[in-house]
């Protein structure tokens, strides 16, 4: 405790001379500044070192401190910029959806127009079945909105295809690529009758079979518009359905058959616009172009075959009734 006491007497006595010394340089800097000269120049080489030394870590530590300071920004700033960035991406993004649907409503509107005689009521497509293509889907209307089976339904500038299943508020539609459709047709150009039908396997390939056209004068070909037919049991006359891709004589040389581009691109359909208006068919002897069902189809070739087999009967018995004729003659 006693050296404790002597070492803060010590100090005390330390400071009390070290700051005489200092008022007496400062009486003598005032009296005559030759006197002191040695005293700052020694000073000088002291302090003046220490003093740069002092201003350099300060001024690192200021740099350091504006480093941080300038990285914290940055770190806002890019944060800030990612928003920004996402934000407009979304926006870009639902631009791009804008404009693609007004661009297809545009083209519903100028399909709406092309096919003005007819009342149409616009849907959306909700469902549809597996796989890349739309041949089977159901669409948002149905019975509440006029929809009845048996409506044609077009769209991307032609036939889509046909409602065989009614909801109050949803259809069913069975696109003409399907492979159970079948659509009684003609060459736009010419009138001549054929058929169109779907394959599944063909669109792939992006074709509808064409078969049974009648072209006595070879005036069809490839590239000419094929449209529904005034003939057809199920769908509207003049619907356009295709063109013409390829076109080849049947081994009977009576007719021809071939395949189709349809107008309609069946893997990227969303909206679609059905016809209030069924087609009014009256069933005709006279007609020998076919039917839109291939089970119609199939009747008809039947029936022919039976008329067929009956009328070789008959001319077989007619045939033996002459030669016993001609034999009781003899």
Sequence with gaps: MRKKSDDNLKNKYLLAGLSVFCVLLIILSFVNNDIVAPIK????????????GINSFGT????????????????????????????????????????EELERLRELYDLDEQYSDYEKVGANIIAKESGNWF??????????????????????????????????SWATVRAI???????????????????????????????????RLTDADNAVHVGDKVVTSYISENYLPGIL????????????????????????????L??????????????????????????EDSQEDNDASESAAEGSQETE?????????SGEEE
């Design 270 to 295: 969303q909206e679609v616009l059905v016809i209030l208006e069924l087609k009014e068919y009256t069933p005709s002897s006279s007609d020998d172009s076919g039917t839109d069902s291939s089970t």
């Design 177 to 211: 690529i399907d492979d159970e459709s079948n659509v009684s047709a003609m060459v736009f150009t010419t009138s001549d009758q054929c058929m169109v039908g779907g394959d599944l396997t063909l669109i792939d390939e992006g074709s509808l079979t064409l078969s």
């Design 317 to 325: 018995s007619e045939t033996a009734d002459e030669d016993s004729g």
């Design 60 to 99: 690192w530590l200021s740099g350091v401190t504006e480093n941080f300071e300038d990285v914290e920004t940055l770190r806002e700033e890019n944060e800030s910029l990612k928003e920004q960035v996402a934000t407009l991406t979304e926006e870009n993004s639902l631009l791009i959806q804008d404009r």
């Design 41 to 52: 120049q020694v000073s000088g080489y002291i302090v003046t070192p220490v003093q740069k």
């Design 241 to 268: 359905i295709g063109y013409i891709s390829e076109l080849n004589n049947d081994s009977n040389n009576l007719t021809k058959s071939g395949y189709i581009t349809p107008v309609v691109d069946f893997r990227h």
């Design 135 to 168: 041949n089977l889907f159901t669409i948002d209307k149905g019975s509440d909105d006029g929809i009845q089976k048996g409506m044609n339904v077009i769209a991307d500038g032609g036939l889509v295809g046909i409602i065989t299943e009614v909801g109050s």
